[in-house]
């Protein structure tokens, strides 16, 4: 069985300043590990993935994620906010010999000027 | 290169109906999973079709059922609906079936509304 647990449901940041979004997993098998974006009435997009290769992953946008196995996380973070940012964002886990997808209940981050 | 495409857009049904959901795959994609997202919460997994066949699925009853055709397009359908049933649905398609690290592409989703 796996789990995605999406520490904080909102995360406020000032524009220029830097974005952490939590997200801890737990899976029975090694996992793939993605981040999603989904902005207001737009369908998800892939920020980034983690499939065993690097453990520090680097998305679009600007986006990274550092895959840590001894603290079961995944968080998502950028150096810099923008306002176009502001959007709804779940960590997703996918153990590698199963196929289930489990979702985080997501994190949304609001940018402000 | 058209991404994942989904039919209808918004659908009302009321309670006891059933209904039919559509999506065509990504080209060069032969996979595809529906999920079902309630208003402020995550998408959860229904299942995933790959092959013609349901390989995986999440917890829902068997009044969720679905399709796969040959050229990879999938339908969702869900019989004797009930008001809990209104959701976005997502369509996600990706490559090589449930056994691989693939990325998942999304549809826009199919707003349903049972009254």
């Known amino acids: 069985a796996q789990s995605v647990t999406q520490l904080d449901s909102h995360v406020s940041v000032s524009e220029g300043t830097p974005v952490l979004l939590r997200c801890n997993y737990s899976?029975?098998?090694?996992?793939?590990l993605f981040w999603y974006v989904q902005h207001p009435n737009k369908g998800l997009q892939l920020l980034l993935k983690?499939?065993?290769?690097?453990?520090l992953v680097k998305g679009i946008n600007g986006f990274e994620a550092e895959f840590k196995k001894s603290e079961t996380s995944f968080h998502l973070t950028k150096p810099s906010a923008h306002m176009s940012d502001a959007a709804e964002y779940f960590c997703?886990?996918?153990?590698?010999?199963?196929?289930?997808?489990?979702f985080g209940d997501g994190t949304t981050l609001t940018v402000k000027p | 290169d058209a991404g994942v495409t989904q039919s209808p857009t918004h659908l009302i049904k009321t309670r006891g109906q059933q209904v039919t959901l559509r999506c065509s795959p990504k080209s060069g994609h032969d996979t595809v999973s529906w999920y079902q997202q309630a208003l402020g919460q995550g998408p959860q997994f229904i299942f995933q079709y790959y092959e013609e066949e349901e390989r995986q699925r999440g917890n829902f009853p068997d009044r969720f059922s679905g399709h796969q055709f040959p050229n990879y397009s999938s339908e969702l359908n869900v019989n004797a609906l009930l008001l809990g049933d209104s959701a976005l649905y997502l369509c996600?398609?990706?490559?090589?079936?449930?056994?691989?690290?693939?990325?998942?592409?999304f549809g826009p989703g199919t707003r349903l509304t049972v009254t």
């Open positions: 983690y499939t065993s290769a690097a453990t």
């Open positions: 996600a398609s990706s490559r090589g079936g449930p056994l691989t690290s693939y990325e998942q592409y």
């Open positions: 997703v886990v996918i153990p590698r010999d199963a196929g289930k997808s489990t």
């Open positions: 899976s029975s098998y090694s996992p793939s």
